[in-house]
């Protein structure tokens, strides 16, 4: 150890990985993960969504799975929350969908509207 | 990179490896393997998590869910309901053992956590003690490269002096104010000792805080070493805590990798580097002359004092004897200044003490509260009552070598000094809860026999005092005890008190002295042949009814 | 760990394996104990051809050696049963019920603390906290500690080693 700055290089890369246990406030993706939702080709969704931010280097967005909200013809279903922003739910997530959103919605904060099946307000 | 959408962490202080943490991890990692979300799911080993009773536990990231008492048979459904489906498994989670328990409990939201204040337990339970990254990822050895690019070290003497950091093995006395001892002298080789040696009964707050956050000490025995100018730190370990020296001896491992042991640290010309030396069975070792004798290699018998340590201590070297709790306070309050420390517990004792509670207490396990709380906020807060609807009768405070304390004292703040005054002693932070229905003649016996076996035999008072206390406390047991004999307990104990070489001589009669003077109908009551608990096996013929 | 390793005394091939103990500590200052802990874990008690050959290998006297060997409670010059029973006899154990634990394995072994079985499978000895106060009662098996112990739990214990 040489410096502070090389101290600090070691600090910001392993912070990355612990993100998920620290980040309170972070962008956060809440897949459906009932039965239903699962039947629906959530899993995939997932892999997806994964898939997705690794490529983008996008380690500080939470992903999480929440069980049945009762939509199960909307399934797969997909929440996405943006730091100070109201929660924005898809519907019919297909693996294919869920890269789009991540491209529009969590990087460049464009919401797809025609996938929206809920918005809670601010 | 690799990327993970949630962390499993499995606790794996030794308790929980006691209640079959490794075959719960083994088992989770088996299911998350079997449902094929190995890549998407962490499942690491981390530092005890406090709750000890109720292990082995995990914690699910990123909601922080906590389950208790897991067996390996209740995997299956954690990982296919919450880790797959996102649905908490209420059945298992964490439960406080209080009344009006919550069902769902995160490891941040629930009573058990929310009254403490974690400064020494920052990192345990959070971080994977096995990797130094996680600990520098929490701001870790940015205190020492402050220390080292920064500060002279007379600095950061100050520093620690402003704080008002007191020692937390037991005696108390002020940390800034030892390392200027030696900080002063003048000598080509000083030693840095972190003091492991744990041994007071009811006490294991330095075996989780080795086990959970190893780096914490490596780093404060660093800073310790610049301030006063050692280049060299032993840390002693007891024999027993196998997990706590491999550990310590892999975090040395990494520490010497990236450069933060060894020489020209952060560019500097200060050179610093730990070995670790365990004990093999000895409770004297605990105090810190004894402690030397046995790192030199030779049986751990008490020096006679002065010289201190802190002039003339490991082969005759100054030396710095600190706890392992003292050290984990030392980067904070570095890196967030005095005042900081000065903000939590009370003006003559800042900061805060890390408590384990054992006995008949619903919590068992180990807390991290400001000083200054009340036993009554510990007891009914914190440690959620006594079991079984039973009475509060005494809590013994720091170990079998502090004072029993009533219910008369419950509201007695906790720190050094209104201890101290009570007859008794925050000591190591350890405390045992008794309930009504165990007999104090009794448990002193216990204390007294604990005593007598680890009187290390230099000092006569101690060697043959230790001795004549148990037998005489357990002549009381046995019903055939006099006056004279409590009259001869309060004379030996004095003279022990006043005499003997080293702390262990002079603390053995303090339960005895507070039982007697805090419980002295309970004692008359063995002397006319009575035990009022039914505990103690009284001569028949002598038995009182009621 | 088997048996029949720690009712053998030591014989001059064996002794070199306390030389290459001693090469290993001895540019330490103060190893002694660290070499003591090395060659008991070999033989499973402290022969005294054993500490003849440490006194000798760390240039101290036999008497320093012997003197350090019996002070600590971990370090033992008799051989021991294959398994070696340490109760937590400290007061956070005998209120939850220690001494419950020690009529059991008293019960189930026919011993008493200090003996070993005619067998030499057990040996049974008090010893001070073990600091797992957490899940006390608690004993320590050779390396490996239980807790939260019961009369059943231990019997179980011992019936399944």
């Keep these: 150890m040489k410096s502070l700055e090389e101290l600090a290089r070691i600090r910001e890369q392993a912070k990355q990985n612990l993100q998920l246990r620290e980040s309170r406030d972070g962008i956060k993706i809440v897949v459906g993960m009932g039965t239903c939702g699962i039947a629906a080709g959530a899993r995939e969704t997932m892999n997806a969504i994964l898939d997705e931010l690794i490529k983008r280097n996008l380690s500080q967005v939470i992903v999480t799975q929440t069980g049945c909200v009762g939509l199960c013809e909307q399934e797969p279903i997909i929440d996405v929350t943006l730091p100070d922003q109201p929660k924005v739910t898809y519907g019919k997530v297909s693996p294919d969908k869920a890269r789009q959103i991540i491209a529009n919605h969590v990087v460049n904060g464009n919401i797809i509207g025609e996938w929206v099946i809920r918005s809670d307000k601010q | 990179m690799a990327f993970y959408r949630a962390h499993v962490l499995v606790c794996g202080g030794t308790p929980c490896e006691l209640g079959g943490c490794r075959a719960v991890k083994d088992t989770l990692l088996e299911e998350v393997n079997r449902l094929g979300l190995s890549s998407e799911i962490r499942v690491l080993e981390t530092g005890c998590l406090g709750p000890c009773d109720q292990g082995p536990v995990i914690i699910v990231y990123p909601e922080g869910i906590m389950y208790a008492r897991l067996q390996p048979g209740d995997v299956k459904e954690i990982v296919e309901q919450h880790l797959l489906k996102g649905r908490v498994v209420n059945r298992l989670v964490y439960h406080e053992k209080k009344e009006e328990a919550k069902s769902v409990v995160t490891f941040e939201s629930s009573d058990y956590f929310g009254l403490q204040e974690r400064i020494v337990l920052r990192n345990c339970g959070r971080i994977n003690p096995e990797s130094i990254e996680e600990y520098i990822a929490h701001d870790g050895y940015r205190a020492l490269g402050k220390c080292l690019t920064e500060m002279e070290p007379a600095a950061v003497v100050q520093v620690v002096k402003d704080s008002g950091l007191r020692g937390r093995g037991g005696a108390g006395f002020p940390t800034g104010l030892k390392w200027s001892f030696t900080a002063k002298t003048d000598s080509n080789q000083k030693y840095i000792v972190c003091n492991a040696d744990e041994g007071e009964p009811g006490t294991f707050k330095d075996r989780l805080i080795l086990e959970g956050d190893p780096h914490s000490i490596i780093e404060g025995m660093a800073i310790a070493g610049y301030a006063v100018g050692a280049n060299k730190g032993y840390i002693y370990i007891r024999g027993e805590y196998k997990l706590s020296i491999e550990r310590l001896q892999h975090a040395i491992r990494q520490a010497r990798e990236l450069g933060l042991l060894g020489t020209n640290i952060f560019g500097s010309d200060f050179a610093f580097d730990i070995e670790v030396r365990s004990g093999a069975g000895a409770y004297v070792c605990g105090e810190e002359t004894a402690l030397i004798e046995s790192i030199e290699g030779s049986r751990g018998e008490p020096r006679y004092k002065p010289p201190f340590p802190g002039v003339s201590g490991i082969w005759g070297k100054p030396t710095v004897v600190n706890n392992v709790e003292t050290l984990a306070n030392i980067a904070p309050i570095i890196l967030n200044g005095a005042a900081w420390f000065r903000g939590f517990g009370t003006e003559k004792c800042p900061g805060t003490k890390v408590f384990t509670m054992t006995g008949d207490i619903n919590n068992e396990g180990l807390i991290e509260v400001p000083m200054g709380i009340t036993l009554r906020q510990i007891v009914y807060g914190v440690g959620g009552g006594i079991p079984g609807g039973l009475g509060f009768k005494m809590a013994q405070t720091g170990g079998t070598s502090g004072g029993c304390l009533p219910k008369e004292f419950l509201d007695l703040p906790m720190d050094y000094d209104t201890l101290a005054e009570a007859g008794s002693a925050l000591g190591s932070g350890a405390l045992l809860i008794m309930d009504d229905s165990h007999c104090i003649v009794d448990i002193v016996r216990c204390f007294m026999k604990f005593f007598k076996h680890e009187s290390c035999g230099k000092c006569t008072p101690c060697r043959e005092g230790t001795t004549r206390l148990y037998e005489l406390v357990t002549k009381i047991t046995e019903g055939k005890a006099t006056n004279e004999d409590i009259a001869l307990l309060t004379e030996l104990s004095r003279v022990m008190q006043t005499s003997a070489l080293c702390g262990l001589g002079q603390a053995a009669p303090n339960p005895l002295v507070t039982c007697l003077k805090y419980f002295e109908e309970e004692f008359g009551a063995h002397l006319n042949g009575y035990c009022p608990t039914g505990v103690c096996t009284m001569p028949v013929a002598n038995v009182k009814v009621g | ?161």
């Design chain 3, 1 to 161: 760990m088997p048996a029949e390793k720690y009712s053998s005394t030591p014989n001059s091939g064996l002794l070199s394996d306390i030389d290459d103990i001693i090469r290993k500590h001895q540019n330490r200052d103060g190893a002694l104990i660290d070499v003591l802990h090395d060659v008991q874990a070999l033989y499973g008690y402290l022969p005294e051809q054993a500490m003849k050959r440490i006194a000798e290998g760390l240039s101290l006297p036999l008497s320093k050696v012997y003197g350090v060997a019996t002070f600590y409670s971990l370090f033992t010059l008799e051989p021991k049963g294959q398994y070696v029973i340490r109760l937590c006899e400290s007061a956070p154990c005998h209120i939850r019920g220690a001494v419950q634990v020690l009529s059991a394995i008293e019960e189930e072994l026919k011993i008493k603390p200090g003996e070993t079985t005619p067998d030499s499978k057990f040996t049974l000895e008090f010893t001070s906290c073990l600091g797992v106060c957490g899940v006390a009662p608690a004993i320590m098996i050779n390396d490996q500690v239980y807790g939260n112990l019961t009369p059943e739990k231990v019997k179980e214990i011992l019936r399944s080693l």
